[in-house]
């Protein structure tokens, strides 16, 4: 079955960088694999998606500061989080679906898999 496990949150000053890493078992080459967010009382909102052909769909508000990316040989997605500002501090999902490619929009609805997050928390 799917696996996944975040790891790479923790606190980190406004403009500061993080990288989040998403080690991932048990899926296959063709998944959709996404980052998503919650804050407290919200929520779960799209951060960014990469397709297995690195076709990416990012939400605005990351656009320009945020990069993902995948290693199919270290079976890992990763979330590159620069410039990172108060308003991102939130936990952070990766999230898996066996679908080619990923969908038009952003939703986690799309997602069958999702693992146990880890907090960032970005302070001013």
């Known amino acids: 079955q799917v696996q996944l496990v975040e790891s790479g949150g923790g606190s980190v000053q406004s403009g500061g960088s993080l990288r989040l890493s998403c080690a991932a078992s048990g899926y296959y080459s063709r998944y959709c694999m996404g980052w998503f967010l919650q804050a407290p009382g919200a929520e779960r909102g799209g951060v960014a998606q990469?397709?297995?052909?690195?076709?990416?769909t990012y939400a605005d508000s990351v656009k320009g500061r945020f990069t993902i990316s995948q290693d199919n040989a270290k079976r890992t997605l990763y979330l590159q989080m620069n410039s990172l500002k108060h308003e991102d501090t939130a936990m952070y999902y990766c999230?898996?679906?066996?679908?080619?490619?990923?969908?038009?929009?952003?939703?986690?609805?799309?997602?069958?898999?999702w693992g146990q997050g880890t907090q960032v928390t970005v302070s001013s």
């Open positions: 990469i397709s297995s052909d690195g076709s990416t």
């Open positions: 999230a898996a679906d066996p679908s080619f490619p990923c969908g038009w929009w952003l939703r986690a609805a799309d997602f069958s898999y």
